[in-house]
Each structure stands twice: as structure tokens, then as C-alpha cells.
Nanobody, 124 residues
Framework: VQLQASGGGLVQAGGSLRLSCAAS????????MGWFRQAPGKEREFVAA????????YYEDSVKGRFTISRDNAKNAMYLQMNSLKPEDTAVYYC??????????????????WGQGTQVTVSS
């Protein structure tokens, strides 16, 4: 299984970016996929998750209303639309797959597969 994250970059505060995560090697019909981020000197933190079947979504409080997670079952891909970006959103963003639903979806260790990360930098 491979996850390929892309779409990061440098953007001014208030701008937008769309991250993509392409999965290959298997499908995740009964799993949770998610986005995490890690800023320098900080632990990896949960950003958003989506149930592959049904499409239920979940967000960390600081990104609610600004970020939207989605998936394309046919393409085996997941996306994170990030609007109204803030300097505190600066981090390396990782996509993750094969997580479990429920409270544990915010726990990085519960995911079995990870992408390589894509850098998002928001300037003030």
C-alpha cells in the first residue's frame, strides 16, 4: 500500500490550498482515512478524517469551517481543501489510511499507512 500526498506550498494568510492523497495497492472500503499535521518542535496532530464508506467527516476544532475533507472512491483518493489559511496552519501535512472509526480516529498510532508528507507554509 502506498499513499502519495501532494498539493502543499507557500501561501499568504487568508489564501487557499488543496491537498491530495492518492492511494494505491488496495481499497479502503471499511476504513477511516485522515489528515494529520506536524509543525516544527510539535507532535503530530489530527486535522480531519473521513469514513471511506458513507463519507462521514470529522474535524479538529481549529479547522472547522475552514477545511473540508472529501474522498473520491473511484479514484481511491482523498482531498483536503484548506481555506482562510492562517500562519498557525504551517506544518507538514500527512495523509493516513486504514484507521478505525470512533474516538480513536484522532490518534495517529491507530492508522496503518502513511504518506510522505507535504509542506504547507502560510505567511503573515
Amino acid at each position: 500500500v502506498q499513499l502519495q500526498a501532494s498539493g502543499g506550498g507557500l501561501v499568504q494568510a487568508g489564501g487557499s490550498l488543496r491537498l491530495s492523497c492518492a492511494a494505491s495497492g488496495r481499497t479502503f472500503s471499511r476504513s477511516v482515512m485522515g489528515w494529520f499535521r506536524q509543525a516544527p518542535g510539535k507532535e503530530r496532530e489530527f486535522v480531519a478524517a473521513i469514513r471511506w464508506s458513507g463519507g462521514s467527516t470529522y474535524y479538529e476544532d481549529s479547522v472547522k469551517g475552514r477545511f473540508t475533507i472529501s474522498r473520491d472512491n473511484a479514484k481511491n483518493a482523498m482531498y483536503l481543501q484548506m481555506n482562510s489559511l492562517k500562519p498557525e496552519d504551517t506544518a507538514v501535512y500527512y495523509c493516513a489510511a486504514d484507521g478505525r472509526p470512533g474516538k480513536v480516529m484522532i490518534v495517529a498510532a491507530e492508522y496503518n499507512y502513511w504518506g510522505q508528507g507535504t509542506q504547507v507554509t502560510v505567511s503573515s
